[in-house]
């Protein structure tokens, strides 16, 4: 969809120059509070299962480890459950969005583990750009807090939670409209406001 990408790159070119400023000021703050390297590059797996390293700002002490992250995480640093919490971790994609590699809407990027496990099910899935949310995004608002309730927080999100994320994506992928596109996007920012 043409106007869906002019949209994307509007939008995306729109808010990384305006709150270049807010950007700047937690990207000092991350480097003030535990160092290097202050963004943080997770590879995952984009369209038709083109792999790309999605950015986000760093909100742990130390990198690798487990992939799924629960609440209570002792990895995450004061500023990163703060940054988690708003989301404004994830205001570099866009950077990603202006690249190509996602949409500001479109079915969340997995890691390519977890692809695997459903692979044919993302064969649908990755026909489309991945986004920085979705209506995954939104009814998952506290997957963390979900995860950490779990004995085996792996199996959990492998078992329960991909599923339903991969129903809504093809959901998503059967009822696509630039209008739905701006009705997601209201209901995330709404869903963060809510949750502060």
């Known amino acids: 969809m043409l106007l869906k990408r002019c949209l994307d790159i509007a939008l995306s070119l729109g808010v990384l120059t305006l709150l270049s400023p807010i950007l700047a000021l937690v990207a000092?703050?991350?480097?003030?509070g535990s160092g290097t390297p202050v963004l943080f590059r997770q590879e995952r797996v984009g369209l038709r299962f083109r792999r790309f390293h999605i950015l986000k700002f760093r909100t742990m002490r130390v990198a690798g480890g487990p992939s799924v992250t629960v609440a209570g995480d002792d990895r995450i640093t004061r500023l990163g459950?703060?940054?988690?919490?708003?989301?404004?971790?994830?205001?570099?994609?866009?950077?990603?969005?202006?690249?190509?590699?996602?949409?500001?809407?479109?079915?969340?990027?997995?890691?390519?583990?977890?692809?695997?496990l459903f692979r044919e099910r993302y064969g649908i899935v990755l026909t489309v750009r991945p986004g920085i949310t979705d209506l995954a995004s939104i009814?998952?608002?506290?997957?963390?807090?979900?995860?950490?309730?779990?004995?085996?927080?792996?199996?959990?999100?492998?078992?329960?939670?991909l599923p339903v994320k991969l129903d809504l994506a093809e959901e998503y992928i059967r009822t696509r409209t630039v209008v739905g596109d701006i009705s997601i996007l209201f209901h995330t920012a709404t869903a963060i406001v809510r949750t502060h």
Do not use: C
Request: hydrophobic letters at 40%; proline letters at 8%.
């Open 28 to 32: 000092v703050a991350v480097w003030l």
């Open 139 to 161: 009814h998952f608002r506290n997957e963390e807090e979900i995860l950490s309730r779990s004995s085996e927080p792996f199996r959990e999100y492998a078992d329960r939670i």
């Open 81 to 116: 459950s703060f940054l988690r919490r708003t989301k404004l971790d994830e205001m570099p994609q866009f950077w990603n969005v202006l690249r190509g590699d996602m949409s500001l809407v479109g079915p969340r990027p997995e890691v390519p583990e977890y692809v695997e």
